[in-house]
DNA sequence: CGTATTTCTTAACTTAAGTGAACGAGTGGC
DNA sequence: GCCACTCGTTCACTTAAGTTAAGAAATACG
């Protein structure tokens, strides 16, 4: 599992033998168990975290509802809004599979980007490219109907369609279950 | 002008008398025209852009359809996925109004990010600061319809409904500009 | 193993968005 | 000042999503 961290990270720059050590020292790793809720409504939080293995969710409970709006799977990251602004968290995450997972504390990453320069240059790229590709998503979405955007998933992260639950999925697409059973119902009637 | 963007970088952090002329010395500030176009589909730019007056916007043309995704107004900043991505452009930006911007290419940033380190930090505060709110307006359009969207719209970014023609914002808004008249009917009718 | 719960699908009906077309108001260019 | 063009609105009609409800299938759990 170290091995897949330090080969994300050589995308992005190149770490000697010392800063390796350094941040396994950090005791960043951690499994967590399916379902396990890791961030709630209300909560302040200082956690960010990385998909070394599984699948985490981000959702919402509005009138007492579920609502799915993301999915990290391997080599995603997550900070929760609520670590930058400081604020108590809107949402909830929680574990959709068995995963492993890098957490780690907004102060721990002070400590280490003082000692490693290095690692402020990587965490700007990285958050810069999150930042587009978020756009670029986000445009997507916005100019597509939920049955474009079923089809483009099933072609950018067709394995979401298989480990995650349809009713998560829905919401993730911005409608309800129903309609994406509908929905998916229509698209095989029009291959046949 | 130029103290609107001092303010604007005193939120992150404290510049000495030397690094603004720095600043100032790069040539940054433009005014441009409405209706000129910043950034054509196709085009490979490394400019990123940050309005201090005025109004730009983000739009694709599919299927001969312009489709306007986003609104950069005063203290937005904007840097197109191609440049982070060394891609060609998918989209268009232009001028709303006459505005007044700063236009950066890539390379300068490099050039004083190495000369005073401490923009890089800025850079990288902006940045996910950017993209958890990107993050939270993406949430919210997903879980609303396209009538709640109007009404938070309305809340949040009251300026935008008087200073962009109706047919931008309603792609903005992910639906047609019809719907949108039929639905501002609509709100009047429930008033009174 | 069987029961309870969750998940997914289907159906009938309601509501709202998409489509195509028409019209008046405003705008810009010549 | 006139014409062409864009823009916003309205209408009738189509299509798809929301809602409510019911039932089948899969899963969790004692």
Redesign the interface.
């Known amino acids: 599992m170290q091995e897949v961290l330090f080969e994300f990270i050589s995308k992005y720059i190149t770490l000697t033998a010392d800063e390796k050590d350094a941040l396994l020292s950090l005791d960043l790793f951690h499994t967590v168990k399916k379902g396990t809720v890791l961030l709630k409504e209300g909560q302040h939080s200082k956690e960010s975290y990385f998909v070394l293995k599984g699948c985490i969710r981000?959702y919402?409970i509005?009138d007492g509802e579920e609502?799915t709006?993301?999915f990290y799977t391997e080599l995603n990251a997550l900070?929760?809004?609520c670590v930058?602004?400081k604020t108590p968290s809107?949402?909830f995450i929680s574990c959709v599979e068995d995963s492993i997972l890098l957490i780690s504390h907004a102060g721990m990453e002070v400590e280490i980007n003082a000692r490693f320069?290095k690692f402020?240059?990587m965490?700007?790229m990285f958050?810069?490219?999150?930042?587009?590709?978020?756009?670029?998503?986000?445009?997507a979405?916005?100019?597509s109907s939920p049955e474009q955007r079923y089809l483009s998933l099933l072609q950018k992260r067709p394995d979401l369609i298989q480990r995650v639950p349809q009713h998560q999925l829905a919401?993730?697409l911005?409608i309800k279950p129903q309609s994406l059973s509908r929905l998916r119902a229509r698209i095989l009637e029009k291959k046949s």
């Not at 810069?128 to 998503?137: N, S, V």
């Open positions: 981000t919402y509005m609502k709006t993301a900070t929760p809004p930058v602004n809107d949402y320069p402020d240059v965490c700007r958050s810069e490219e999150l930042l587009a590709r978020q756009q670029t998503d986000f445009d979405f916005k100019t919401s993730y911005g």
